[in-house]
């Protein structure tokens, strides 16, 4: 196998509220960090852009850490250019407050009303923008109906692959060491990987989205 250009995503956003808050979510960067050091470990070059996390960065991986949606969107747009394979694994925020308050909002107001605004899917701009020759693969943390949910974010967004990673269940997916996931294919391939500790798994997916 060639030796190849990775682009890895991991890890949540943070958006801020005021100077002490944010919005964010329970991803650890586990699953991310793990595919980077895998990929690392099969020869190939590797960039990791991450948010923030409290896990040491992968040996012989370049890291571009970030903290919101927004400087995650641009880093990615500023290196994909150059990656043979795009893995989004990071659980970008889907909203920021749309007002940043320079001054940390004080706990006896009655009422708080924060307003949201979306932030910029990244995976359905890289499926508008990506090369015939690049592959871009997805993740998808669903719920319910995991399966449907997966299958359209993997049409609507134009990837080659969605890992789907159902994190109802206990014991995998956030924080958790293990996970087990199904791939799905543009193709219409469907492979269920069984529960493993996620530096296992990280193997096993790159060897079967790099042999597709």
């Known amino acids: 196998m060639r030796r190849l250009n990775l682009l890895i995503t991991a890890g949540p956003t943070q958006e801020p509220i005021d100077p002490v808050r944010y919005l964010s979510n329970r991803s650890s960067g586990k699953m ?3 595919l980077a050091q895998a990929a690392q470990k099969k020869g190939h070059q590797v960039i990791l852009i991450s948010g923030p996390t409290n896990l040491k960065p992968p040996v012989k991986v370049r890291l571009i850490p ?6 995650m969107h641009q880093e990615v747009l500023k ?4 990656a043979d394979v795009i893995i989004k694994t990071a659980a970008v925020a889907d909203w920021r407050p749309a007002r940043f308050s320079r001054h940390k909002i004080k706990k006896d107001r009655k009422n708080l009303n924060l307003k949201l605004i979306p932030n910029p899917d990244m995976l359905k ?6 090369r015939k020759n690049q592959l871009l693969v997805g993740f998808a943390a669903e719920t319910h109906n995991p399966l449907l949910h997966a299958r359209q974010k993997l049409i609507q967004k134009k990837c080659d692959w969605i890992i789907l990673n159902n ?9 958790s060491d293990y996970n087990q996931v199904t791939l799905l294919s543009h193709n219409g391939q469907t492979i269920s990987l069984p529960r493993m500790t996620k530096k296992k798994l990280a193997s096993k997916i790159l ?3 790099l042999s597709s």
Do not use: D
Request: aromatic letters at 10%; glycine letters at 12%; proline letters at 0%.
């Open 32 to 34: 991310g960090y793990a």
């Open 66 to 71: 970030v903290t919101t949606a927004l400087q």
């Open 79 to 82: 290196n994909f250019k150059q």
């Open 125 to 130: 701009t890289l499926g508008k923008i990506k």
């Open 167 to 175: 994190v109802s269940r206990k014991g995998i997916g956030f924080e």
């Open 207 to 209: 060897e079967v989205i």
